[in-house]
Every structure is written in structure tokens, then in C-alpha cells.
T-cell receptor, first 113, second 109 residues
């Protein structure tokens, strides 16, 4: 079974704090993704990575950065958290095989006060 | 422009088949149809995907029309645990899926 894990299910931070969200997958997948999900807006892609040390901006990268130092780990960083970054954050991974699916982690619900 | 169109909500009685439609009239030849679902407060779960042939697995069946402009996800015997938001997505690979707002399926007793 593919497993994608995220470091926290729930997180509460204060405005201006630096926040790290960690994601680990155990299937040796090349591709990893960070989404955020907000009511009425569906899932929106923040950043993705096709390989170690590679990153690409998604649809809403502003206010976020990422790090992929190891193949199995993809970190999302909020340099200075703001209240509009309160959201559910979802990590996913997939292989490069055409037609392969994305596997998601359980999500991190972040509240920025 | 959205690549897929789904009804915002549907109801289904427990034990009955749930048929969830999806329109993807601009699908191109190399794009797959993926279905995911998301149960409240959990990450999306993969259900099934296909290119042009109908597909079946232990969770569901996927029927794709011959012109590939629409598809239907079938849950043959819906249970209360199938209550979720169902997403239909078309893409050439799974590398950059775009999720819309999906169909909220409510299974009732």
C-alpha cells in the first residue's frame, strides 16, 4: 500500500511565524505536490516537484516556498504565516508512469491566529 | 476554463447504485479520466481511471462514452460510507491534476 504521511493533522500558529509542513512518501515516487483546500474553492496547487532539488510553481505559490532535499520528503514552508493561509494542506505523490494516479496524505489543518 | 462539469450534489439510497456523471467535452486524445473522492476531513482517495475503455475495480466502474466527451462513475451498491465529494478530472498524466468542486454525494437510509 502506498503511504503518504504528513507531519501533523492539526496545527495552530501565530501571524508572522515560520511554519514547516512535512510530507513523506514510501513508494519511491518522483513527483510530489502540495495543495491547499478551502471551502467552495476545491483543491489548488501550490507547488510541485519532479525530482530531488527541483520545484515548480503551481497556481498559487505566493507566500509559500518548498524544499525537496530527499526523494521521499517534500516540505512546504510558510516564511511568515498570515491569517489568509488558514486552510487544509494536502500533500500528494505519484510516479512518472503515464496514467499513474496521485496518492494523497491525510491533510494538515492549519489555523493561523 | 474548467475541463470537467459535474452536478454539485446528488442523493442516493443505501443499497442502490450511485451513478455520478461528468462532462469533459474538450478532452484530448491522450488525456485520462480520473475519479477521486474525499470523505470529510480526509485527503482525496483515488477510485479509478481510464482512457477510453470501460474500467472496473473493487470500488467502482467507470463508463466512458465512445466519443470520450462524458463519463459516469458507478458505485454499484452505495453505503453510508460512500457519502463524500467525488471529483472527476481529466489530464494527460497524474502529474498535475486540477480538482474542481466535484459532486457531493449523500447516501441516505
Amino acid at each position: 500500500d502506498v503511504k503518504v504521511t504528513q507531519s501533523s493533522r492539526y496545527l495552530v500558529k501565530r501571524t508572522g511565524e515560520k511554519v514547516f509542513l512535512e510530507c513523506v512518501q514510501d513508494m519511491d515516487h518522483e513527483n510530489m505536490f502540495w495543495y491547499r483546500q478551502d471551502p467552495g474553492l476545491g483543491l489548488r496547487l501550490i507547488y510541485f516537484s519532479y525530482d530531488v532539488k527541483m520545484k515548480e510553481k503551481g497556481d498559487i505559490p505566493e507566500g509559500y516556498s518548498v524544499s525537496r532535499e530527499k526523494k521521499e520528503r517534500f516540505s512546504l514552508i510558510l516564511e511568515s504565516a498570515s491569517t489568509n493561509q488558514t486552510s487544509m494542506y494536502l500533500c500528494a505523490s505519484t510516479s512518472t508512469i503515464t496514467g499513474e494516479t496521485q496518492y494523497f496524505g491525510p491533510g494538515t489543518r492549519l489555523l493561523v491566529l | 476554463d474548467a475541463k470537467t462539469t459535474q452536478p454539485p450534489s446528488m442523493d442516493c439510497a443505501e443499497g442502490r447504485a450511485a451513478n455520478l456523471p461528468c462532462n469533459h467535452s474538450t478532452i484530448s486524445g491522450n488525456e485520462y479520466v480520473y475519479w477521486y473522492r474525499q470523505i470529510h476531513s480526509q485527503g482525496p482517495q483515488y477510485i479509478i481511471h481510464g482512457l477510453k475503455n470501460n474500467e472496473t475495480n473493487e470500488m467502482a466502474s467507470l463508463i466512458i462514452t465512445e466519443d470520450r466527451k462524458s463519463s459516469t462513475l458507478i458505485l454499484p451498491h452505495a453505503t453510508l460510507r460512500d457519502t463524500a465529494v467525488y471529483y472527476c478530472i481529466v489530464d494527460g498524466t497524474a502529474s498535475k491534476l486540477t480538482f474542481g468542486t466535484g459532486t457531493r454525494l449523500q447516501v441516505t437510509l
